[in-house]
T-cell receptor, first 116, second 111 residues
């Protein structure tokens, strides 16, 4: 069965600093992995996805993530945080391995705070 | 191209009542998934519909039921509401090979 663990429920960075949000996964099949962002009182927006192509995935708003099979990780990074990045971030794995329209299994989420 | 819409935005019910939540899929999408997001938690998969048929279900009791209509809009029905059903309910639509596009959600409060 697939699962996702997000390490750190709250992360606080200064504006301009590196953002690193950690995600580890467990999957019995080659995974499809996703990062979503959720702003207050809104739905989820896809930041980026890994679908077994390049291991370094670039997404929107300057975010990227690297798939590391040996570490079963898919950490999200951004070189320089902006105030507008403050939000809730969710890592997810698709239960169908090779599909991105299967059931999504989400982590608990990480709240990113950006200090001026 | 219109996005995924959900109604109502907010809803307050009392224990034991029934509720229907609605979702309008993005144009051209034939798959809809419903998720429950409790406060401070990640979304949990309830079920998915593909071309009006249930196509997978999460660990939710039968009092959670759904429908998908020929125009691919969808409903989530919850009977005999419990306090723990208070949550944000998200629907997501997708087409063949597409990502899941999420709506803004319906916030349900059960008193």
């Amino acid at each position: 069965a697939q699962s996702v663990t997000q390490l750190g429920s709250h992360v606080s960075v200064s504006e301009g600093a590196l953002v690193l949000l950690r995600c580890n996964y467990s999957s019995s099949v080659p995974p499809y992995l996703f990062w979503y962002v959720q702003y207050p009182n809104q739905g989820l927006q896809l930041l980026l996805k890994y679908t077994s192509a390049a291991t370094l995935v670039k997404g929107i708003n300057g975010f990227e993530a690297e798939f590391k099979k040996s570490e079963t990780s898919f950490h999200l990074t951004k070189p320089s945080a902006h105030m507008s990045d403050a939000a809730e971030y969710f890592c997810a794995v698709s239960d169908q391995g090779s599909s991105n329209t299967g059931k999504l299994i989400f982590g608990q989420g990480t709240t990113l705070q950006v200090k001026p | 191209e219109t996005g995924v819409t959900q109604s109502p935005t907010h809803l307050i019910k009392t224990r034991g009542q029934q509720v229907t939540l609605r979702c309008s899929s993005q144009s051209g999408h034939n798959t809809v998934s419903w998720y429950q997001q409790a406060l401070g938690q990640g979304p949990q998969f309830i079920f998915q519909y593909y071309r009006e048929e249930e196509n997978g279900r999460g660990n939710f009791p039968p009092r959670f039921s759904g429908l998908q209509f020929p125009n691919y809009s969808s409903e989530l029905n919850v009977n005999a509401l419990e306090l723990d059903d208070s949550a944000l309910y998200l629907c997501a639509s997708s087409g063949t090979g597409d990502e899941q596009f999420f709506g803004p959600g319906t916030r349900l409060t059960v008193l």
